[in-house]
Every structure is written in C-alpha cells, then in structure tokens.
C-alpha cells in the first residue's frame, strides 16, 4: 500500500526563543514501502523504518491511503445480435443524486409519469 501527504510535512520546534520550522516533506509525496517497511526522514535526520499499521496511525488529516488497483474482477464480452434490440428483459437503471427527499419524490413522480408509459 502507498500512502501520499495531503499536505507538506512541516516540523516546527522553539530553539533560543527563535521558532524553526523545517520542511520535511513536500506535498504530494508518495511513501511506498520497501521490503515492508516506509522510510522517513526525522526532523534529526534519524532515518525511521515503519510498518504499514505504524503508518496508518498518522493523523489522517495528514497522510491519505492510496488503494491499489486489484485484478480481483472478470470482464466479460459478449456479441449482441440486432435482434436483441427487440428482447424484453429486465434492466437496472440507477441514478445517483444529491437533494432532498421532498425533491426526490418530485424526481419519482416525474419519472413514473413520463418513463413508465415508454416501458
């Protein structure tokens, strides 16, 4: 698993009444492990090697998961014939919205009224 800053990684720290503030990391970096392990650069320039649960435990509003894609999936093709075009099945129609539920009843309404008779 790769895991990418959402913003720079700045260490702050308060030396002789001064503040310092170091960038330790750009926005944007990707850490990917290496035999396992994620290796980042201490404000002391201590070399640190941390598993992936050690990762994760960084404040999310930091550091944000980047899920690889997986081949768990099958892809299947298969030829139509014109004459399916004329075959009466079942079919899914799916419409993802954001409102509220008073106009989502005015959405059903609509579509009851003006898809239904197509059907």
């Not at 913003?7 to 396992?36: A, R, V």
């Not at 892809?75 to 075009?85: C, H, R, T, V, Y």
């Amino acid at each position: 698993m790769k895991f990418k800053l959402k913003e720079d990684w700045i260490h702050e720290s308060d030396f002789l009444g001064g503040k310092i503030t170091k960038k330790m990391y750009d926005k944007g970096h990707i850490f990917e492990p290496i035999n396992g392990k994620y290796e980042i650069i201490h404000h002391t320039g201590e070399i640190l090697q941390l598993n992936e649960e050690q990762m994760k435990s960084i404040p999310l509003d930091i550091l944000e998961e980047i899920k690889e894609a997986s081949d768990d999936f099958e892809i299947i093709i298969e030829e139509i014939s014109e004459d399916d075009d004329i075959l009466i099945r079942n079919w899914r129609i799916q419409l993802d919205v954001k409102t509220t539920r008073k106009k989502l009843k005015e959405v059903q309404r609509i579509i009851e009224e003006q898809v239904k008779p197509i059907l």
